[in-house]
């Protein structure tokens, strides 16, 4: 039990970074999304496909872990 309450606290403090990045990916498909129809029920139903499709998971994990860093690491980031 202490070993796993210690597992959480350590991750919990790696996820908890203090450069969490702009998420331009993210935020541009989100935007997209929002426009992608002139009906909030279709855009309501791409939100959906992009979900059931990982695609907005796919996003952020690769602004997490990729465009974030390369920011970060250049200099830019937050």
């Known amino acids: 039990m202490k070993k796993?309450?210690?597992?959480?606290?350590i991750a919990a403090?790696?996820?908890?970074g203090s450069?969490?990045?702009?998420?331009k990916t993210w935020n541009n498909?989100?935007?997209?999304?929002?426009?992608?129809?002139d009906s909030k029920w279709g855009n309501e139903a791409v939100f959906l496909g992009l979900n059931i499709i990982p695609v907005y998971g796919v996003?952020?994990?690769?602004?997490?872990?990729i465009f974030n860093s390369i920011e970060f690491w250049k200099?830019?980031?937050k």
């Open 59 to 65: 996003c952020y994990l690769a602004d997490i872990l």
């Open 29 to 37: 498909l989100h935007d997209w999304n929002g426009k992608v129809t």
């Open 75 to 77: 200099g830019e980031g």
């Open 13 to 16: 403090a790696l996820m908890c």
């Open 19 to 23: 450069c969490y990045g702009p998420n």
């Open 4 to 9: 796993t309450l210690s597992a959480l606290a």
